[in-house]
C-alpha cells in the first residue's frame, strides 16, 4: 500500500487535473442533492409551519412522529423505495429503478422529515413571539403561514443546510436504489464506498476532499447570509 | 367606519377637543366577566360599559388583573365566565377587526418599518392606492418617514413603540386598546405615543388604556377604572377618581402606599 502522503499527492492531482470522471461524479451528486432537498423543503417548509402555528387534536402525536423520523435508516429507506420501485412493486412500471429519480426520491425522503422537524420549531419559537399580534390583527390562517415563514427566513436557510448535509452525506438509500452504476447513477459517497472497497484510494480521497469543501462552501455562503441578516435584525 | 388618521399640523392638543358626549349606546360591554388560570380567581366578575369616543383609563397595581382585563376585552383570551359584547353582539373574529391593540412590548415583524405597516394593511385586504396613501399617512403621522426602509427590530424602543402605534392606527380601528404603552420609555417618546393617542381619540377613535403613569392617566383620560385583586374597585370620571379616591385600595395606590386587604 502506498504511503499517505502519496495518495494524498495522488488524489490533489485528481482534482487540480479536473478529471472528467470526477466532475462528472460531483455534478451528479449535487443534481440528486440539491434536488432532494429543493423537494423537502417544499414540502417540510409548509408542514413544519402548519404544525407549528396551528393547535390540533393529536398535534403532540405529530409531533413525535415528526421528530422521530429524522432519524430514519437510510438503509431501511433505501429498502422501502427498492421495493416501490422494482418491477414487482406498485411504482415499477414508472421504471425509475437504478436511475437518478430514484435516488431523489430516496433521499427526498431521508431528508423530508428532518426539514419539517426544525421548520416545526424555528416557526413553533417565532409563532409564540407574534401570535397575541396576529390573533388582534385578525390574520387568516394562510396569512399566518405565509408570514412565519416569511419572517423565519433565515432560520429556515439553516434548516436547509441540515437537510443538504444529511444528503450530500447519505450512501446507505442511493446505492440502493441507484445501483452506483458508472456514469449513470454513480455519485461521490457511493464512489468514495467502492473505490475504498476496490483500494483505489486516490479517487476515494479526491472525493472526499471535494465532500467536504462543498460542505464547507455552502456553510460559508449561510454563515455570511446570517450574518447580515443578524446585523439587520432579521434572525 | 371613522377615519383615525389625521394631520399632524391639525392637532389639537390640551384641553383637545374631548368630546364629552356620552352616547347613551355603548360601544362595549363586559358583564360577569372571569377569568380563572392556574386554580385561582385572577378577574372576578367584572362589568363595565366602555362608551364611544372616550379614552377610559385602567389603573391598579401589578397583578390586579389589568392587562388580562384588557385581552378579555379584546378577545385575546377566553373568560371562565361572562360575556363581552361589542355593539350589543358578542365579541367576535369580525368585531375584532374594528379594533387594534398595542402591547408594552411592542412585536416587530422581522421587516422593514414600512414592511409591518403594510402587513397590518394586507390582512384587512387594503391593497393598491389605498394602503399606499395609508401608509404615507400613517407614517407621516408617526414621524417614522426617515425610518421607513430600515429594519424595524434595530429600532429604539421608542422608535418601535410609535411604529406599534402606527400599525394599529392605520388600520383605522374604532376601538383602541394599548397595554402600558409608554412603560419604560423616556419622556419625549411618551410624549409622542400620548400625540397620537390624542390624534386617534380627536379622530374619534374609543381608547382603552393600561398605564401606571397617573399624570398620563390624568392627560389622556376621561373616564378611570381602577382594580385591585381582579375586581373593580373605583371607576368614575378621571379627574374625580385621580383627586378624590374613594376606595381603600385607590386611596393607598395613588398615596404611594400599599394596601393589604384584611382577611375576614
Not at chain 1, 494524498?8 to 451528479?28: K, P, T
Not at chain 1, 398535534?59 to 427498492?82: A, E, F, H, K, Q
Not at chain 2, 392606527?169 to 393617542?197: G, K, N, V, Y
Amino acid at each position: 500500500m502506498e504511503s499517505f502522503s502519496a495518495i494524498l499527492a495522488e488524489a490533489l492531482g485528481l482534482i487540480l487535473s479536473w478529471d472528467a470522471d470526477v466532475i462528472e461524479i460531483i455534478v451528479l451528486s449535487l443534481r440528486v442533492t440539491l434536488s432532494a432537498v429543493a423537494v423537502a423543503c417544499m414540502i417540510g417548509f409548509p408542514l413544519g409551519a402548519m404544525v407549528g402555528a396551528f393547535r390540533f387534536p393529536l398535534r403532540t402525536g405529530v409531533i413525535v412522529v415528526m421528530n422521530t423520523m429524522m432519524g430514519l435508516p437510510p438503509v431501511v429507506v433505501g429498502l422501502l423505495v427498492y421495493l416501490m420501485l422494482s418491477a414487482a412493486g406498485p411504482l415499477g412500471v414508472l421504471g425509475l429503478l437504478y436511475s437518478p429519480t430514484a435516488m431523489i426520491i430516496a433521499q427526498t425522503i431521508l431528508v423530508t422529515p428532518i426539514v419539517a422537524a426544525l421548520t416545526r420549531q424555528v416557526i413553533e419559537d417565532l409563532y409564540n413571539e407574534y401570535s397575541e399580534q396576529f390573533t388582534s390583527l385578525g390574520v387568516g390562517p394562510l396569512d399566518r403561514v405565509l408570514a412565519l415563514l416569511w419572517d423565519a427566513r433565515y432560520s429556515l436557510l439553516t434548516v436547509a443546510l441540515a437537510g443538504f448535509g444529511r444528503a450530500v452525506a447519505e450512501v446507505g438509500a442511493v446505492i440502493i436504489v441507484g445501483g452506483n452504476i458508472n456514469h449513470v447513477t454513480r455519485v461521490m459517497t457511493t464512489t468514495i464506498a467502492l473505490e475504498t472497497s476496490k483500494g483505489n484510494l486516490q479517487l476515494a480521497l479526491a472525493l472526499g476532499m471535494i465532500l467536504l469543501t462543498i460542505a464547507v462552501i455552502v456553510n460559508g455562503l449561510l454563515m455570511a447570509i446570517r450574518g447580515t441578516a443578524a446585523r439587520a435584525a432579521y434572525v | 367606519m371613522s377615519e383615525v388618521v389625521v394631520n399632524i399640523s391639525e392637532r389639537k392638543r390640551a384641553p383637545l377637543a374631548r368630546a364629552r358626549t356620552t352616547s347613551t349606546a355603548p360601544l362595549m360591554t363586559a358583564r360577569g366577566l372571569c377569568f380563572d388560570a392556574g386554580g385561582q380567581r385572577l378577574i372576578d366578575g367584572i362589568d363595565l360599559d366602555i362608551h364611544p369616543g372616550r379614552c377610559t383609563v385602567i389603573m391598579g397595581a401589578n397583578g390586579s388583573g389589568k392587562s388580562l382585563l384588557l385581552r378579555l376585552l379584546h378577545g385575546l383570551l377566553t373568560p371562565t365566565k361572562g360575556e363581552v359584547n361589542w355593539q350589543g353582539h358578542p365579541l367576535d373574529p369580525a368585531a375584532r377587526q374594528q379594533q387594534a391593540m398595542v402591547f408594552q412590548r411592542p412585536v416587530m415583524l422581522r421587516r422593514s418599518v414600512a414592511a409591518n405597516l403594510r402587513f397590518a394593511l394586507s390582512v384587512r385586504g387594503v391593497r393598491g392606492a389605498e394602503r399606499k396613501r395609508r401608509e404615507g399617512e400613517t407614517t407621516a403621522l408617526a414621524r417614522l418617514d426617515a425610518l421607513k426602509d430600515k429594519p424595524a427590530r434595530v429600532l429604539s424602543g421608542g422608535e418601535q413603540q410609535r411604529l406599534a402605534m402606527a400599525r394599529a392606527l392605520i388600520c383605522a380601528p374604532r376601538m383602541l386598546f394599548l397595554d402600558e404603552p409608554t412603560a419604560s420609555l423616556d419622556p419625549a417618546s411618551t410624549q409622542a405615543i400620548e400625540h397620537m393617542i390624542e390624534d386617534a381619540r380627536a379622530s374619534g377613535t374609543t381608547i382603552l388604556v393600561v398605564t401606571h403613569d397617573a399624570g398620563q392617566a390624568r392627560r389622556l383620560g376621561d373616564d378611570l377604572i381602577f382594580l385591585h385583586d381582579g375586581q373593580v374597585a373605583e371607576t368614575g370620571p378621571a379627574a374625580q377618581v385621580l383627586d378624590n379616591p374613594q376606595s381603600q385600595a385607590a386611596q393607598a395606590w395613588l398615596g404611594g402606599r400599599l394596601f393589604v386587604p384584611t382577611t375576614p
